[in-house]
């Protein structure tokens, strides 16, 4: 793993300030071996060497020194090929963090206690993305959602689904601006065609009444 911040300010003082040649050079690794979280001063890291654990999965980052927890910077390796690397926080991936799965997806952004939690954007291997707001693992909020045909929709979503008010777009630039539950349109909405000209429809569940 890259040095941390710490690291890269203690760099830039080598570069502005004058050392005389009976000073001890400066120690990386032991530099590397303390470290202060910058967020919770209190909290003193530590850099260890690669970990491997007996399932395969590996790990390579910064620890609580007291704790022994995985906290600060640092990159987990599951034996399937999946990774995460960003921040830790007292075990759990908390802060912001990359995580990239098997399938191809990958999801960048924020996390509270494992789980895609805040702004982020998940991609999937065949295209689609997603980025705007996650709770608790889902999207849950506001958020845009693109697929590889063109059509995109934008508004408000509720595990997982578009639930709320929002406007899909179709690749033609026709569109509809109105209300879903579950997926599906729900309650009155706005058609408009290619050409601008609109009307109001009204769905329940997702069927035309």
Request: aromatic share 14%; proline share 2%; no cysteine.
């Amino acid at each position: 793993m890259e040095a941390n911040s710490s690291i890269e300010e203690l760099s830039k003082a080598e570069t502005t300030e004058t050392f005389n040649d009976s000073e001890e050079d400066i120690n990386i690794e032991e530099v590397k071996a303390v470290m202060i979280d910058q967020e919770n001063p209190d909290v003193e890291l530590e850099y260890r060497p690669l970990t491997t654990y007996e399932d395969g999965t590996t790990y390579d980052g910064q620890w609580n020194k007291v704790t022994g927890l995985m906290h600060g910077k640092g990159t987990y390796t599951w034996a399937n090929g999946g990774e995460y690397e960003g921040d830790w926080k007292n075990g759990k991936a908390n802060g912001r963090g990359t995580e990239t799965y098997p399938s191809g997806a990958s999801y960048e952004g924020e996390w509270k206690n494992d789980e895609k939690h805040g702004k982020g954007k998940y991609t999937w291997a065949d295209g689609k993305v997603y980025e705007g707001d996650f709770k608790v693992g889902k999207s849950n909020g506001f958020g845009t959602h693109w697929w590889p045909s063109g059509d995109k929709y934008e508004g408000f979503w509720a595990n997982n689904d578009r639930n709320g008010k929002g406007t899909y777009t179709w690749q033609d630039g026709s569109k509809f601006v109105g209300f879903w539950k579950d997926g599906k349109k729900h309650g009155k909405g706005v058609f408009y065609n290619v050409h601008g000209k609109k009307k109001i429809k009204k769905y329940e569940h997702g069927k035309k009444l």
